[in-house]
C-alpha cells in the first residue's frame, strides 16, 4: 500500500541519517528531507523520534525472527539449525550494519517507550532460538541440558563477535570468525581426538 510505501522510504532515511549522525544530532526534518516529505508526515506515521528509532530495531528484529523461521521449516538436524541461525544474524547484520553500530554506540535507551515491545519482542526471538537447542537436546546431539541458558550464550557468541567488529572497524566478521564461532561453540576448545 501507499502508506506502507511511504513508512519504508521514511524508514529508510532515517537508518542513513542515524547512521551519519546518530541518534541526538539528526533532525525529523533531515530524515524527511532525505525521505522525501514533509516533516508533518514523519510525526504522523511514527510520532516522536524515538518511535522511529524504535520501528526500526522491531522491524530488524522481526526480519531475524523471520529468518530464523526459514531456517527451522528448511532442516529438523539441530546442528544444521545452530548454523543456520548464526547465518541469519550474519545476513541481518550486513543488511543492517548502521542499525546495530548505532546500538552498539548509543544504546537501546533511544527507543523511548518501545523499549518494552523490543524486549518482549527480543524475548520471543530468544524463545525461537531455543527450539533448536531443545532438539539437540532433546536428539542428544548436544550434551548440555539448559537449552535456554544455551541459546542465550549462543546468542551472546554472536552479538559479542558483530559488536567488536564495529568498535574494531573489521569487515566480514562471518568471513573471519564465522567457522570458529560455530566449530567452538560446537565443539569445544578442549581436544578429544
Do not use: C
Not at 146 to 160: A, D, E, H, T, V
Not at 169 to 188: A, C, H, T, Y
Amino acid at each position: 500500500s501507499a502508506a506502507e510505501d511511504i513508512d519504508e522510504t521514511i524508514l529508510d532515511a532515517a537508518m542513513t541519517e542515524f547512521a551519519d549522525r546518530g541518534f541526538h544530532d539528526t533532525a525529523v526534518s533531515a530524515i524527511a528531507d532525505r525521505a522525501g516529505v514533509g516533516k508533518g508526515t514523519v510525526y504522523r506515521h511514527f510520532g516522536k523520534k524515538h518511535r522511529l528509532f524504535g520501528a526500526l530495531l522491531e522491524q530488524a528484529t522481526h526480519q531475524l525472527r523471520e529468518s530464523i523461521q526459514e531456517v527451522y521449516r528448511t532442516t529438523d538436524d539441530p546442528e544444521q539449525q545452530v548454523k543456520g541461525i548464526y547465518r541469519a544474524h550474519v545476513k541481518m547484520f550486513d543488511q543492517a550494519r548502521p542499525l546495530i553500530a548505532l546500538i552498539v554506540n548509543e544504546g537501546l535507551d533511544q527507543t523511548g517507550d518501545l523499549k518494552s515491545e523490543i524486549v518482549a519482542e527480543w524475548e520471543t526471538y530468544t524463545d525461537l532460538v531455543t527450539k533448536a537447542f531443545e532438539a539437540g537436546v532433546k536428539q542428544r546431539v548436544f550434551r548440555q541440558s539448559q537449552p535456554r541458558k544455551l541459546s542465550r550464550l549462543f546468542l551472546s557468541w554472536i552479538w559479542g563477535t558483530l559488536r567488536s567488529s564495529i568498535i574494531f572497524s573489521e569487515p566480514n566478521p562471518d568471513q573471519r570468525f564465522g567457522d570458529l564461532l560455530i566449530d567452538m561453540f560446537l565443539k569445544g576448545l578442549k581436544d578429544t581426538s
